[in-house]
Every structure is written in structure tokens, then in C-alpha cells.
T-cell receptor, first 116, second 113 residues
Framework: ETGVTQTPRHLVMGMTNKKSLKCEQH?????MYWYKQSAKKPLELMFV???????ENNSVPSRFSPECPNSSHLFLHLHTLQPEDSALYLC???????????????FGSGTRLTVV | AQSVSQHNHHVILSEAASLELGCNYS??????LFWYVQYPGQHLQLLLK??????LVKGIKGFEAEFIKSKFSFNLRKPSVQWSDTAEYFC???????????FGKGTRLHILP
């Protein structure tokens, strides 16, 4: 148990579907992240939110749309995805980034997404 | 831009063998360095970290890593591996005062019983 909960654990969706991934953290953190883990590639940072404000969008295609309604919840809305988007999507959280110093990050277990 | 290189993508060892996983990073300034581990079916978790001070850091489960600044390296070591160490290991770097952690591709470690 890491204090970061992701749902669903597994998701299979067609290319025309719209779905959402959910992440919730119970650690009192103020920064939340989406990472993408594909086979044989580095873990890729997608989005960073600090105090609900998006501070990083790492050139992610618009078919991925993040939403952070509060510091405890983070969503990733998916629409018209491609098969190459199949991957493990990891949510993470850390303390307030504006405090400076290295982020101490806690990860969720991930959502295994398969696009068919 | 920061980058992290892990030399071995897949390592297979027998139990009790010694382990060293290589990690090099590219960044000219002050860095914070991490090793994360992901056991099969589980979440990523922090194995150890280096922020400052003693370049030899000790982590959980008998792992240690040495920061060699002149070589831009942060190799992970364990003197005697166990079957339960089978997992994927990720090296990561964070430039001081920056909010991003950049990960390497990971090394899949398989320990034979």
C-alpha cells in the first residue's frame, strides 16, 4: 500500500472509445504526476500538477487530457487512442514542489491499458 | 537536458551471485539520484536515494549504490542476490530545484533459484 490508488487496474478499449483513468492519493501531497511505462522505453513523464495547476505537459498528444480537480485527485481522460498507446500508466504524488529540494515520490500500481 | 542510461536491459543471475547494475546520467549540475524497484505485479517503490553527503548510500533489502561524480555514475550493487530480488530496476535522476524525475529504461533482473 503506497497511499496512491489507481483505478482501474486493467483497461481494454477500442480506438473510438472514451475512457478515464483515476488516481487518488491519501498522503497529503500537493503535486501529482502521470507517467507512461512502455516496453523497452524509459519511463516517460506526461504531466505534472502542483497545487492543481499544470506545470508540465511533456509534448503529450491531445488525445490524452488530464484533469486535477484538487490536490488529492488526478484523472487522465482518453479518447481516440491508438494501439501504440497501450502501456502501463502510472500515477505518482509528492510533496509541494515549490518547497524546493528533491521530490520524494510515491507511485500507484498503475493501470494497464490495452488499445485494440 | 537530463538523460539516464542503464546499460543492461536484462540480467540473469543465480542465487548468491553478486549484482552490479550500471547507471550513467548526463547533467552538468547538482543532481539527486534514485533507484526504484518494481516487483512483478506491484507498484514502483524507492530502493535508495542520494541527495548529498556520503556517496555510498545504503537502501532496503541489502542494496547499496555508489555515486561517482567524475564518472556521472550511480551503480546499484548487492553482494548476494536472492530469488525474491527478481524485479525491474529503474535508475532516475532529478536536477536540483527541478520538478522532473527522469528515468532510465529499466533493467529486468531474473534470479534463478
Amino acid at each position: 500500500e503506497t497511499g496512491v490508488t489507481q483505478t482501474p487496474r486493467h483497461l481494454v478499449m477500442g480506438m473510438t472509445n472514451k475512457k478515464s483513468l483515476k488516481c487518488e492519493q491519501h498522503l497529503g501531497h500537493n503535486a501529482m504526476y502521470w507517467y507512461k511505462q512502455s516496453a523497452k522505453k524509459p519511463l516517460e513523464l506526461m504531466f505534472v500538477y502542483n497545487f492543481k495547476e499544470q506545470t508540465e505537459n511533456n509534448s503529450v498528444p491531445s488525445r490524452f487530457s488530464p484533469e486535477c480537480p484538487n490536490s488529492s485527485h488526478l484523472f487522465l481522460h482518453l479518447h481516440t487512442l491508438q494501439p501504440e498507446d497501450s502501456a502501463l500508466y502510472l500515477c505518482a504524488s509528492s510533496q509541494d514542489l515549490s518547497r524546493g529540494g528533491p521530490p520524494q515520490v510515491s507511485f500507484g500500481s498503475g493501470t494497464r491499458l490495452t488499445v485494440v | 537536458a537530463q538523460s539516464v542510461s542503464q546499460h543492461n536491459h536484462h540480467v540473469i543471475l543465480s542465487e548468491a551471485a553478486s549484482l552490479e547494475l550500471g547507471c550513467n546520467y548526463s547533467y552538468g549540475g547538482t543532481v539527486n539520484l534514485f533507484w526504484y524497484v518494481q516487483y512483478p505485479g506491484q507498484h514502483l517503490q524507492l530502493l535508495l536515494k542520494y541527495f548529498s553527503g556520503d556517496p555510498l548510500v545504503k537502501g532496503i533489502k541489502g542494496f547499496e549504490a555508489e555515486f561517482i561524480k567524475s564518472k556521472f555514475s550511480f551503480n546499484l550493487r548487492k553482494p548476494s542476490v536472492q530469488w525474491s530480488d527478481t524485479a525491474e530496476y529503474f535508475c532516475a535522476v532529478n536536477a536540483n530545484r527541478d520538478d522532473k524525475i527522469i528515468f532510465g529504461k529499466g533493467t529486468r533482473l531474473h534470479i534463478l533459484p
